[in-house]
């Protein structure tokens, strides 16, 4: 009887251990995966979730940062590494009309930090455990770098793909990072309107623990297992999940096309509508003439 009492409590004890071993999630990875989006994407995006949103588009529209993640080969994360080591904003004061610029917050009608406090609780966190991104100030910064050096707005215009509605292919997009960075990239859309087209979103570019670019490729992506994420093209793999079967837009503007389409359609349905409401009411008065 005392044995099994002790056994219980033997048990219950390894319980505890277990769950708060739990708790205390692995926050070593491998490599970063640095996600700059595009503006203009982002805020179609933002203004389709209703109808009181609103975007901050950096002035000389360029690309932003979305976030600095470091990641464990073969899974997402890992994220939320240290709960009581909150965003601090003075921290950041020396470097913060620069994150404006290359971070910017696009969601405008969201505070102004919010965007960089969820990120840094996210993912900055877990960044920490590297020296050269131990604190706060050098996670942000560290960002803001390479935002100014692998510009990828830059980098597409030189190979003349610009923002100006076009549509390009897969191929063209990675071609352009690969051959000016010399490293795969992962090339992210978003699906969005009536009908449906493929914005291009997101270009990620993996670096390792010195810093360093390297190739974003299939076996450090859990995700891109996937069919749909990965595309064996002529010229090797392209990491994506963008659809084939669309060309990629690139708008420098939120395109207004659609509404005015269906603008004009309405009006011409009330000038017709009209029209035949006094053809109608002609008719009504002949009728009534002739009777
Ligand atoms: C977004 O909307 C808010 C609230 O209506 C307004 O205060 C703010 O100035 C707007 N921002 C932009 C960039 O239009
Ligand atoms: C978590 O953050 C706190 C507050 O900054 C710090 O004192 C602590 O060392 C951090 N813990 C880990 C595991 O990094
Ligand atoms: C935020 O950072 C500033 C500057 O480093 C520091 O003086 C202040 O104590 C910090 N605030 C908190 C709440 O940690
Ligand atoms: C990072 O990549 C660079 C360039 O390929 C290489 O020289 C360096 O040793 C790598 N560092 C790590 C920690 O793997």
Known sequence: MRWNFAYLILVICLEARCAIAAFDQDTSWDYILYVQHWPITVCMQWMEKSANNNC????????TVHGSWPTKIGTDGPQYCNSTWNFNRTVIEPIESELEQYWTNIEANTELESFWEHEWK?????????KTLNNEFNYFNEAITWAKYYSIGDILAMHEIHPDGSAYSIQQIHDAIKS???VNPVIECVVHGKPKMSLLSEIRLCFNKSLSLIDCDIDKMHYLFLDEYLYDLEDGQILTDCSLKRPIMYFG?????KRNIRDEELEEQQKYLSQMGQLYQFLQFLIWLTL
């Not at 901050?56 to 690309?63: G, L, M």
Request: charged share 10%.
């Open 56 to 63: 901050t588009i950096p002035v000389n529209y360029q690309w």
């Open 122 to 130: 996210k993912h900055g966190t877990c960044a920490v455990n590297l």
């Open 180 to 182: 000016t960075l010399g």
């Open 253 to 257: 503007e939120i395109p207004h096309f």
